[in-house]
């Protein structure tokens, strides 16, 4: 089975992907809103939870899984994106949704942020952008802005903080989408076009933390944000990094880039079939066939 034959097979109401699972973040938190967006993608496209596969690392963002029915992996600190490349690999057929945070995503986890995108692995990764490390209390994060004071830096950073959606662009995203957990329809709209996109499909949320980050409130999103213009060319990457560079301050919420290209499945199949490789993955079968 392809993945595109994983659509439509089911009809669930977003309210019937919810686990037996509670959440249990601070109110106010803006993952529920990305939470509550994940069941509404996966309700309009109509997959089945045996379909669907949910990877994360560490984090407040992090335990999104556990609250969505389908298979689920509480991986290690920063690995998430390694683990959900090999899960895909097995199993081309399933759609594989990376959950995570700045962090986990930017930190420890950087170093596999370029490899995925540029390999075009077919998966899709939702970040939760709160600025801080909450689940460890309010130290600073990659995203962090430098005016804001946090656990072990009470006087503010030293750092400027990185951009997730420039670096995507840059390291070769096919699908970079950009979304604030306020806008709950906006967000259901874009993680269900990542999962319908054949690529690696990225999409920033700006969520809030009310408990540890006191400066990017709800209230602030709200004013960063500005939706993409009508006339916005998203298969047109000049356009891209242009609007993520955030010309007039404001950050560009919406479908940034997009672009169709080869995966990484694609590739591996066409290295398959140039050395004449076996279709079949059961390594024993294989051994069995070439060794007397």
Known sequence: MSRAEIFNNIEMKPKEYKSEVSPVWCP??????????????LSELGIHPKDFVSVSGIGCSSRLPYFVKGYKMHTLHGRAGAVATGTQLANPSLSVMVAGGDGDGFSIGGGHMPHMARKNVDMVYVLMDNGIYGLTKGQSSPTTRKEMPAYITPYGGVEEPLDPVMYMLTYGATYVAQA???????????????????????????????????????????????DLSEDHDPTDMDQAIAVARRPNGKAPVGLIYKEDRYTLCDEMKRLVDLVGGSPDYDTQKIIDAHIP
């Not at 106010?28 to 993608?41: E, F, I, K, P």
């Not at 806008?183 to 990225?202: Q, R, S, T, V």
């Open 180 to 226: 604030f957990a306020g806008n709950p329809k906006m967000c259901a709209a874009l993680i269900k076009g990542a999962i319908e996109h054949k690529g690696f499909a990225y999409v920033n949320i700006f969520s809030q933390c009310p408990t540890f980050n006191k400066i990017d409130t709800a209230k602030y999103y709200r004013g960063l944000v500005e």
């Open 28 to 41: 106010g938190c803006g993952d529920y809103g990305v939470l509550n967006s994940t069941y509404r993608a």
